[in-house]
C-alpha cells in the first residue's frame, strides 16, 4: 500500500516576528503597568497602616487604665451581664447609667464616652475607635467596654467574637495593621493596648480608618491603567507591525517568490534562468543576504558554464585517471602486504596502530593484541633449507589466520605474527588463543609429518586497559605473556624454540 507524506505546514518568519514583538511589547506593558500599581498602591497602605497605628497608640496613652480595669471588672459580674441583657432587650439605658452610678463608674464612664466622640469629630478619617476587654490568647470572644455616643451604653459588656487577626494572639503582642473588606465596607484597622498604672494589660483600643473611597480610586486607577496600556499597546504594535512588514517581511517575501523562479542550466544566460533582479536598496543583513543569494546564482551558472566546457577534457581524462588509480591501488596493496604470507606487512601494522593511537581517548574502545612467536624456524632453516622454512612459515601463519578469521593479522618479523582483535573475535579472545595454542601444540606432537610440516609457536595476548596511552603498551604486554608461553613450551619439551 502506498503512504501519502503529510506535508509539514508551514509557520512563516512574519507570523513569528508578530508574535514575538505582540508577546514582547504586551509584556513589558503589562508588566510597566503592574510595577507602577502595585507600588502606588503599597505606598497608600503603608500611609493608611501607619495613621491607623498612630491614632490608636495616640489614644491609648489618652485613656484612664486603672479606670478601665474597674469598669472591665464591674462589667464581668453576672449582676451586670443579666442587667446589661434585660437593658438591651428593653432598649433602655437607664438601667446601665443607674448601675454605673451606684458603683461611682458613671463620670469617669461618661468622660471617656465623650473622649472618644470628640476624638472621632477632630479625626475626620477614622471611621470606628473603641475599647475592648481582649481576653487570653486562648479566647474566641471579647468583651466591648467603651464606645462612642452614637453607641447606647448598653453595648458595654456585649461580648462578641473575636476578630479574625486577633485569634490566638496576645494582648501584648498584637497584629500589625491590616486591611480588610467585611460588612462594614472597607477597612485599615489596628490595636494597641491600654495599661494600668501598674503596668498590667487591661484592654485595647480598636482604631478603624475607612478605606472605600481609596480602594473606588485605586479600582478607577487600575482601569485607567488598563486602558492606557491598550491604547499605548496598540499605537506601539501598530507601528512595530509596518515597520517590520516594510523593512524584513516584503523584502524576505519578494526574495522568495524571486528564488522560486530560478532553473539553472548551462545552456541558459542569468536572464533565462532566472536569476534574481529586484531593488532592494537596504543597508542591512536583508541587504546583504539579498546580495549573497544573487552571486550564488550567478555564480552557479558560471559554475555550470565551466563544467560544460571542462566536462569533454573530463571525460577524455578519465580513462587516464582510472588506469593512475588501478596502478596506485595496486602499489598499495603490495606496499602493505606480506609477500609470503599475505597477511599485512610491518608497515601495514604500523600504519593500524596509528589510527588506534587516535582513539584511545575513546573509552568505549576495546580490542587485544595477540602476540605469535614462531619455535624451530632457525632449526628449519639450517636443516632443511629456506624453502622448507617459507613452508613451515606459511603454514603456521595459515593456523594464525584461521583462529581469528575476522581480525587483521600482520607479519611484523621473520618468525612473528600480531594479531589485532576487536568485533567478535575480541569476545572470543581468550578461548581463541586457547585453541590455537592447542592447535599449535597438536601439530607439534605429530611425529610422522615433516619437520617444516609440524608447527609451532609461542601465544601471547593483552587486552587494552583504561589508562593505555597508545598501543604500544598492549603490545608490550602482549609480547611479555607471549615469552612466557615461549618458556613454558621449553620446558615441557625440553628443546629450543628459537
Not at 322 to 344: N, P, Y
Amino acid at each position: 500500500m502506498m503512504t501519502v507524506k503529510k506535508e509539514k505546514k508551514r509557520f512563516s518568519i512574519r507570523s513569528k516576528m508578530y508574535i514575538f514583538v505582540i508577546l514582547t511589547v504586551l509584556s513589558v506593558a503589562l508588566g510597566t503597568s503592574a510595577i507602577a500599581f502595585n507600588a502606588s498602591a503599597d505606598q497608600i497602605d503603608r500611609y493608611y497602616k501607619q495613621n491607623t497605628a498612630d491614632n490608636a497608640r495616640n489614644f491609648a496613652s489618652m485613656v484612664d487604665g486603672d479606670f478601665l480595669a474597674e469598669l472591665r471588672r464591674v462589667a464581668e459580674t453576672d449582676e451586670f451581664q443579666a442587667l446589661r441583657d434585660r437593658a438591651e432587650e428593653e432598649e433602655n439605658e437607664a438601667p446601665i447609667e443607674e448601675f454605673l452610678r451606684e458603683k461611682g463608674l458613671w463620670e469617669k464612664y461618661s468622660a471617656t464616652r465623650d473622649q472618644i466622640t470628640e476624638y472621632l469629630g477632630n479625626m475626620s478619617g477614622i471611621k470606628y475607635l473603641y475599647i475592648i476587654a481582649h481576653g487570653d490568647e486562648n479566647a474566641d470572644h471579647d468583651m466591648y467596654l467603651v464606645d462612642d455616643a452614637e453607641n447606647p451604653i448598653y453595648e458595654t459588656g456585649y461580648y462578641e467574637e473575636r476578630e479574625a487577626e486577633l485569634m490566638g494572639m496576645d494582648v501584648t503582642n498584637l497584629p500589625e495593621p491590616t486591611i480588610s473588606h467585611g460588612d462594614w465596607g472597607w477597612l485599615c484597622t489596628d490595636f494597641k493596648p491600654v495599661y494600668t498604672s501598674d503596668g498590667k494589660c487591661v484592654c485595647i483600643v480598636g482604631c478603624d480608618i475607612g478605606m472605600d473611597e481609596v480602594m473606588a480610586e485605586r479600582r478607577n486607577l487600575l482601569y485607567l491603567l488598563a486602558a492606557g496600556t491598550i491604547i499605548l499597546t496598540s499605537v506601539i504594535l501598530t507601528a512595530a507591525v509596518l515597520f517590520i512588514n516594510r523593512a524584513v517581511v516584503k523584502p524576505l517575501r519578494t526574495m522568495t517568490e524571486e528564488m522560486k523562479k530560478f532553473t539553472p542550466s548551462e545552456k541558459l544566460t542569468y536572464q533565462e534562468a532566472g536569476v534574481m533582479d529586484i531593488d532592494i536598496r537596504s543597508n542591512d543583513e536583508i541587504g546583504e543576504i539579498y546580495e549573497g543569494i544573487r552571486n550564488l546564482e550567478i555564480n552557479t551558472i558560471d559554475y555550470l558554464h565551466d563544467m560544460a566546457v571542462l566536462q569533454e577534457e573530463n571525460r577524455k581524462a578519465e580513462n587516464d585517471l582510472r588506469d593512475k588509480e588501478e596502478q596506485i591501488d595496486q602499489l598499495s596493496i603490495e606496499s602493505s602486504t606480506d609477500a609470503l604470507t599475505g597477511v599485512g606487512n610491518k608497515t601495514a601494522y604500523i600504519r593500524k596502530t596509528d589510527e588506534l593511537n587516535t582513539q584511545m581517548n575513546d573509552p568505549s574502545l576495546e580490542f587485544a593484541m595477540v602476540m605469535v612467536d614462531m619455535n624451530n624456524l632457525k632449526q628449519i632453516n639450517d636443516e632443511h633449507g629456506h624453502r622448507a622454512g617459507d613452508l613451515y612459515i606459511q603454514g603456521c601463519c595459515r593456523m594464525v589466520c584461521e583462529t581469528f578469521k575476522h581480525s587483521p593479522v600482520y607479519r611484523i618479523g621473520g618468525d612473528e605474527f600480531v594479531a589485532i582483535l576487536m568485533g567478535t573475535d575480541y569476545k572470543g579472545r581468550k578461548a581463541a588463543c586457547e585453541r590455537l595454542r592447542a592447535a599449535f601444540e597438536k601439530s607439534c606432537g605429530q611425529k610422522d609429518a615433516s619437520p617444516w610440516l609440524r608447527y609451532s609457536a609461542a601465544v601471547g595476548m593483552a587486552e587494552r586497559a583504561a589508562d593505555d596511552n597508545t598501543a604500544e603498551f598492549v603490545f608490550r604486554r602482549a609480547d611479555k605473556a607471549m615469552y612466557l608461553d615461549k618458556e613454558r613450551f621449553k620446558k615441557e619439551h625440553g628443546i629450543e624454540t628459537r
